[in-house]
């Protein structure tokens, strides 16, 4: 037996079905999940990862070695080609000693230890950076501001495909 040929309009794809109605609230409880974490990746850029290249921005041009500095738990940790590095900075000035706590986020290749160095602005002690955050300053913004934008993308889009979802329904 032979079949008669199918037209554009006679096919019917038996692939596509629809999900189900009965679970939008469990469709919905992950895209919120998912927002809120993605929300809190947002705040923590925001809050640890911001300051340090506002500041090292505003330094950069008139920083200089500081001999009386020292680097206290200082890290780096690679995913891939992503480098996070933390630590805590101490100078010694003659008010006081100025502690800060750094985070860097940059992009790069790079296998084995970084060395650093303590950088502080004369004027500005309390805004002491490293010259491995002054070296990447280009790098960190891109990152962050690339990082942030597109976490906000992710939101703004799990947020409107529920809205549209939910409109259908």
Sequence with gaps: MTKAPETASSYRPDALRLPPRGHGWINTFWVLF???????????????????????????AAA???PDARVSEGKCSAKLVIHICDATLALRTPTGTVTRRVNYVFIGLHAGDYRVGVMADPARPDFVTTDLGLDR???RTITLL????????????????????????
């Excluded at 990746?41 to 505003?58: G, K, R």
């Design 34 to 60: 998912g927002v809120m974490a993605l929300g809190g990746i947002l705040i923590a850029c925001a809050v640890y990862t911001a300051p340090a290249v506002i500041s090292d921005w505003q330094v950069h």
């Design 64 to 66: 200089k070695a500081a």
């Design 137 to 139: 300053l280009w790098n």
């Design 146 to 169: 690339v990082g942030m934008g597109a976490i906000a993308a992710c939101i703004f889009g799990a947020l409107l495909s529920l809205l549209r979802n939910r409109r259908t329904a």
